[in-house]
């Protein structure tokens, strides 16, 4: 999930992906590209959310980019 500030929308959104209950399991991982606005710090301790920074100039296209780089990285052969 790419972000970029919106710290109330984003607490919102992880808190319906953790109420999800057609998996067993669910790896959060939220592209933050460089909040200023507590975002950051509010992800930082949370234990079970994977965070992947950006300096600010990966906008939407970049921040799904870096996500699916991530994605495929851990991804087996099959998937």
Same mark, same amino acid.
């Given at each position: 999930? @790419? /972000?970029?500030?919106?710290? @109330?929308?984003? #607490?919102?959104? $992880?808190?319906?992906?953790?109420? #999800?209950? /057609?998996?067993?399991?669910? !790896?959060? /991982? $939220?592209? %933050? %590209?460089?909040?200023? %606005?507590?975002?950051?710090?509010?992800?930082? !301790?949370?234990?079970?959310?994977? /965070?992947?920074? =950006?300096? =600010?100039?990966?906008?939407w296209g970049g921040a799904i980019q870096r996500g699916l780089h991530?994605?495929?990285?851990? *991804? *087996? @052969?099959? %998937?």
């Open positions: 999930m @790419p /972000v970029f500030n919106r710290l @109330p929308l984003t #607490q919102r959104m $992880v808190d319906c992906l953790r109420a #999800q209950k /057609v998996l067993e399991t669910l !790896e959060i /991982v $939220v592209i %933050d %590209d460089g909040s200023t %606005d507590g975002t950051g710090e509010w992800l930082a !301790e949370r234990g079970d959310i994977t /965070v992947l920074k =950006g300096d =600010g100039t990966l906008w991530y994605a495929f990285g851990k *991804a *087996a @052969p099959s %998937d």
